[in-house]
């Protein structure tokens, strides 16, 4: 079975300084990595995702993540935070088998950007 | 852009009441699901959907859920008689593919309150 454990619910940063949301996964196979954002009162929107191509994953937004197997983690940074960054972000495996790969995600952690 | 849209954006309802949930993914799309958000807790995996048919569903797809796509496009989640513990924000999602890598498209969710 797979899990996603994200460390920190709430995240609190300075305009201009670096984010830093930590995703750490558990999976018996070679995982499918994806970090998604929520902003208030919208659905869930991929910022990136691993799929074994690079470990250095780049999105949308300025962020990006490294996936690293001898930690299993998925770390998702962003060097100058920038107001608009604050929302829920998530981490998430795809899990599954044959065509049904759903997503195991995190319990999200909250990105407060203050001026 | 395409996008999964989810009717309503926020429903009450009495406990015992049916409800229905609607999502309309898009157009091209094969793999289709449900997840649901509990306050305060994480995101959760419900159903899959592919070729008519449910591919997986989880512990808490109970048998007073059910879900349908009855017009090739509609994809509804139904819940027969609602209970306290089934307030939360529902997600619908859908995907063009069965590759794990495909990414997942989601709604914006439907917050369904039972009192």
Redesign the interface.
Known sequence: AQSVTQLGSHVSVSEGALVLLRCNYSSSVPP?LFW?VQYP??????LL?Y?SAATLVKGINGFEAEFKKSETSFHLTKPSAHMSDAAEY?C?V?A?G???????????TLLTVNP | EPEVTQTPSHQVTQMGQEVILRCVPISNHLYFYWYRQILGQKVEFLVSFYNNEISEKSEIFDDQFSVERPDGSNFTLKIRSTKLEDSAMYFCASRSGGDPNTEAFFGQGTRLTVV
């Open positions: 499918y998604y009162n919208q659905g869930l929107q991929l995702k799929t998530f998430a795809s599954g044959g065509s049904n790969y759903k997503l195991t995600f995190g319990k999200g």
